[in-house]
């Protein structure tokens, strides 16, 4: 991992947060391989740097992929089966279909342009390699950059091993010699950076000559080793330059030649000194918390930290005592601190340290149940809290903590007395794997811990909450259209229910839903009608669904009436996800009777709820809809953008569409219309349009530029900016030539716009753009009617 500290941004690279210092010959040969190879990877030891040269080389390189930079940690991930699913959470693929992960993923990646960078992959090593097989083979313009300590061995594969930053002439390994001149020594990277770190760590240092051949000695000691030096670095609070280089003699004394050969090499030893030494400068309190924070795989806050590492042994570590202790090692630079301080975590050489030190002390057990009981606690609150306020701040909360779930989950199943609990977990955080996309996931803990459970309790009872757990897992599986895997669920939850319980309504929701799935409406209606407790999140489902029902069988009063209800509940609650469906239904039922003004509000009112809970299964049924009204109201360009993107975002979820084959059916239609409307020409090129919008400008796309008549405002639809641009100056009597000098662009990039504008227009010379645009200009000279010109 990189050496330096790293907070997540909301977008695709994570930010540096302290300087990048040197590399300017490596940044420009791994520029060079990149350029060269779809597939780089950078080796080299533990704490060399890898990370924060590949983060520099990403982000030099965003401009160069149509499609960006996406970075993707590994480190947390322990579960090779994850790794597609991990990547494809990066990349803000829902993992909502029943198809095998890696080969949606290919698929989604097929015809894109980007720059995935996969940090950290020593551990995965083999499944990492067929990853960046099956991607490269499937994705001719997708371009692979992975960090780890050895090569993945791909066909293809160019690698660079990155070397220790530039150290001082005239110090052998030792330190002893004599350094160059100070001017030499100041260029040298290894000692930029340590005068860089120190610099952060004491307000006003500066290295003055006297202090150079000191630090020259320390770097050389520390053989370059960007995380050593800035350990080191640190130390600087308490100790002066030439304390540090006498006691890090000391640490190379004390390792010695032999230890150094069973550690792997001098290199090892380098590393491991420094952090062996952070290590010796620590209180006792201070050892104990920074071995027992390495339980949590990814970050933590506070509260988890005092939860899960705090005692009440004499000699131990109280929880009212965690804060101090964990402050001082972010001090030390032991922990990092994140998101403002309200999350730490630790960097992975520091972690494999701190692991060694608590296998030592014998406290694995004790403190992977902990872990697992302060998250499974997580999950249950949020499962309880599931119908009613902030779900959105839950689910987020959740997808924060997704590595410490998932090493929750991973000891829960592979601890057999644990394995009730990792059913339970699994179940509880069903609303996260719907939420967030993540079916695929949900279903393979499920499954786990189905497989792993007794299906019985000491009685002979069915296991508590089995049945549950039965009935989630059908769910998730019929929303990826594995209809007749939800189908051996639900019979398998019905044989173990009890029949006057919420047990038996889940089953028989379950059961409703595949029906309804496989457009047998009839057969669906009684079982979604029955009577079932309230104030469950999943029970509550059912109201949509009958609102759908009843909408798609003609019977539209009886399905607002179901729509009504769930806002009146919902709204009461605090609820916004099933509010979400029960609005796309009334949208829908408004459509049904003709009132398109209502039911575009209706479909732009889903849109931004499904939007705010990140729910993109929701969010292709709203893109849909609201492509449906434009077409209504006669915006038909806008429709078939809409379409396209709608169509995009149901590819990329991978789950069949919403509400089973009576919708998709009336869906045909619909496009059918629209289609004819426009004509096959006009049709494909605004479809085209909207399948290349990404989900963020297809949602801004339907939530902007409509009037409350659903009609476009805009009357230079469908140009683009730069297309309305240049219209304009083909209206003034500009040849391409002269268009293109006068927006300083290409003479073959106008013609390529002249081309869209005459096929968007349905018009075939440049007569007929003069007057469309003449035509715009008429109504009025303000600046609104005019074209808008990029800036």
């Known amino acids: 991992m990189a050496s330096v500290a790293l907070e997540r941004s909301a977008g695709r690279l994570p930010a540096e947060v302290t300087r990048f210092v040197g590399r300017r010959s490596e940044l420009v040969e791994a520029r060079r391989l990149l350029e ?275 005692d009440d042994e004499p000699d131990g570590l109280p929880s009212d005592a965690v804060y101090e202790t964990l402050a001082r090692l972010v001090e030390k630079s032991i922990v990092l601190r994140e998101e403002g301080g309200r999350r730490y975590r630790m960097l992975d050489t520091l972690r494999e340290y701190g692991g060694d030190l608590l296998t030592g002390l014998d406290d694995v057990p004790r403190l992977r149940r902990r872990h697992r009981d302060w998250f499974l606690g997580l999950a249950v609150y949020a499962e309880t809290e599931a119908f009613g306020a902030d779900q959105a701040e839950r689910l987020t909360r959740l997808s924060r903590e997704h590595a410490n779930l998932r090493a929750a989950l991973e000891f829960s199943v592979a601890t057999p007395d644990e394995t009730p609990h990792a059913l339970r977990m699994a179940a509880a955080l069903a609303t996260f794997w719907f939420a967030s996309g993540l079916l695929g996931e949900g279903r393979h803990w499920l499954g786990k811990a189905l497989a792993a459970a007794p299906e019985t309790g000491p009685e002979g009872e069915p296991q508590p909450g089995r049945v549950r757990a039965l009935c989630l897992a059908g769910l998730l599986a019929a929303l990826q259209g594995d209809l007749e895997a939800a189908e051996h669920f639900q019979e398998d939850a019905a044989e173990l229910a009890n029949c006057s319980s919420l047990e038996r309504a889940y089953t028989v929701e379950l059961a409703g ?31 949509p669904l009958l609102a759908a029902l009843h909408c798609l069988t003609g019977d539209v009063d009886r399905a607002l009436e179901y729509c009504e209800e769930c806002r009146v509940v919902s709204e009461a609650a605090g609820d916004q996800w099933c509010l979400a469906y029960a609005t796309w239904v009334r949208g829908l039922a408004y459509c049904f009777r003709g009132e398109n003004t209502v039911a575009s509000g209706e479909a732009l009112r889903a849109l931004r709820l499904m939007r705010a809970l990140n729910d993109r299964l929701g969010g292709a049924m709203a893109l849909d809809l609201a492509a449906g009204c434009s077409g209504f109201n006669g915006a038909h360009e806008r429709s078939a953008r809409l379409f396209g993107a709608a ?141 808008a010109r990029d800036a």
């Open 513 to 543: 839903l595949v029906a309804f799935f496989r457009g047998d409406l009839e057969a669906a209606r009684p079982l979604l009608a029955e009577p079932m407790p309230g104030g469950d999140i999943w029970t509550m489902l059912r109201l």
């Open 36 to 310: 060269a190879s779809r597939l780089v990877t950078l080796t080299g030891a533990s704490g060399v740097g890898k990370t924060r040269l590949a983060l520099r080389l990403a982000a030099d390189a965003q401009r160069s992929y149509a499609d960006g930079v996406w970075f993707v940690d590994l480190s947390a991930l322990r579960d090779a089966e994850l790794l597609a699913h991990t990547v494809a959470e990066a990349l803000h693929v829902p993992d909502q279909s029943a198809r095998d992960r890696l080969d949606m993923l290919a698929d989604h990646l097929t015809d894109r342009h980007l720059l995935l960078v996969l940090d950290t992959c020593e551990h995965l090593v083999d499944p990492c390699a067929m990853l960046a097989e099956v991607l490269l083979r499937a994705s001719p313009r997708l371009h692979i950059l992975a960090t780890s300590r050895e090569p993945l061995d791909v066909l293809g594969e160019h690698t660079m091993v990155l070397p220790p930053l530039s150290l001082p002439a005239g110090l052998d390994q030792s330190g002893s010699g004599q350094a160059g001149p100070a001017e030499a020594i100041a260029s040298s990277d290894a000692v930029a950076l340590f005068a860089d770190r120190a610099a952060a760590v004491v307000p006003g240092f500066t290295l003055n000559e006297s202090e150079l051949a000191a630090v020259a000695r320390l770097c050389t000691r520390l053989e370059g080793i960007p995380l050593a030096i800035e350990l080191a670095a640190v130390r600087l609070r308490a100790l002066s330059v030439e304390q540090l280089v006498d006691r890090l003699d000391d640490r190379f004394r004390l390792l010695g030649t032999h230890r150094a050969q069973r550690a792997g090499g001098s290199r090892h030893q380098t590393l491991r000194a420094a952090v062996q030494w952070s290590h010796e400068l620590c209180t006792p309190q201070e050892e104990l918390l920074w071995a027992r924070l390495t339980v949590f795989p990814g970050g933590f806050d506070l509260a988890s930290a005092e939860y899960v590492c705090g």
């Open 647 to 787: 169509d995009r975002l149901w590819t990329t979820v991978g789950a069949p569409m919403f509400f089973g084959p009576a919708y998709l059916a009336l869906r045909d239609v619909v496009v059918g219309e629209v289609r004819a409307m426009l004509g096959e020409r006009s049709w494909q090129v605004c479809y085209d349009e909207g399948r290349r919008l990404s989900i963020d400008e297809a949602m801004d796309y339907a939530l902007d530029q409509r009037d409350a008549g659903g009609r476009d405002t805009d009357p230079w639809e469908p140009l683009t900016r730069r297309e309305r641009e240049i219209a304009a100056l083909v209206a003034e009597g500009l040849s391409n030539r002269e268009i293109a000098q006068r927006l300083v662009i290409a003479k073959r990039t106008v013609d390529s716009h002249l081309e869209h504008i005459l096929a968007k227009l349905e018009m075939a010379s440049r007569t007929q753009i003069a007057a469309w645009v003449a035509e715009r200009l008429r109504p009025a000279s303000g600046p609104a009617s005019r074209p």
